[in-house]
């Protein structure tokens, strides 16, 4: 897992869509129709306002997203399919599937299995992900569950995961955000042909230092990163500031 750094959030936002991009195209020209995961939150901001931009045929692309707060409502301003149909699917209507979580689903296993069924018929060819201030990736707080082969699964978020939203300012006060979610397994997520990981932020820079120069451990869980063939990692400046191996090179053509 190798790093690239950028000055500013828009120029690591570019890059990252433009790796992403890059390897869409790449399974589009080998099977005609590529699958995407997408995160959301605010690490994710730069990233998908280039990625609308790419030049890919996005009416062959279809999209899956992390995770999901159990029992909010999809018009809550925390809501992540709110966010992403706002910030993306809402962007290209041309987009050829969007399959959202519905956290609202009357039971969250049966909802946990229908998105499993989905995702086994639509091999992921990218995901763009994050890392949380705790080192989570997706809802996949510590000690993260690395032995499932279940595709999502419901867990409970911890309060470092809580207050990074809060933080964030999507929710009011701390009882307001939620104490569970729908999010997608680490194992699925590694399943990914290839992952681009956007981190930016002083926040997260200890949550990358042992993600990225850390032991491979599910007390951190985006350690696992270190494990996958083609995982790139973008990051700005402050985000980087506490690795001790830093590279500018950018991966992109």
């Known amino acids: 897992m190798n790093p690239y750094i950028y000055k500013t959030k828009t120029e690591m936002g570019a890059a990252a869509a433009m790796q ?18 997408l995160a959301t939150g605010a690490s994710q901001f730069e990233m998908l306002a280039s990625l609308i931009t790419q030049d890919v045929d996005w009416s062959k692309v279809t999209v899956f997203h992390l995770d999901e707060y159990i029992g909010l409502s999809e018009t809550h ?17 041309e987009l050829r599937m969007f399959h959202t979580i519905n956290g609202e689903a009357a039971d969250p296993v049966a909802e946990c299995a229908r998105l499993g069924a989905l995702i086994a018929a639509h091999p992921i060819d990218v995901a763009c992900i994050g890392i949380g201030e705790n080192g989570h990736l997706a809802f996949n707080d510590p000690p993260a569950d690395f032995e499932t082969e279940a595709p999502y699964i419901v867990v409970n978020l911890d309060e470092a995961c809580r ?20 999010s997608m397994s680490i ?67």
């Open 163 to 182: 207050r990074q939203q809060l933080g964030e300012g999507w929710f009011p006060t701390f009882a307001d955000v939620p104490t569970q979610a729908i």
């Open 187 to 253: 194992r699925q997520i590694m399943k990914s042909t290839a992952i681009v990981c956007t981190v930016p932020d002083a926040r997260k820079a200890v949550a990358v230092q042992k993600a990225v120069e850390g032991p491979v451990t599910n007390l951190h869980p985006s350690s696992i990163l270190q494990q996958h063939p083609q995982c790139a990692l973008f990051l700005d400046e402050p985000a980087a500031a506490l690795l001790s191996r830093q590279t500018k090179d950018d991966p992109t053509p």
């Open 20 to 37: 992403a991009a890059q390897w869409l195209n790449a399974a589009i020209a080998a099977r005609g129709v590529a699958n995407l995961i």
């Open 77 to 93: 301003p925390a809501s992540f399919r709110k966010y992403l149909k706002e910030r993306f699917a809402g962007k290209l209507p």
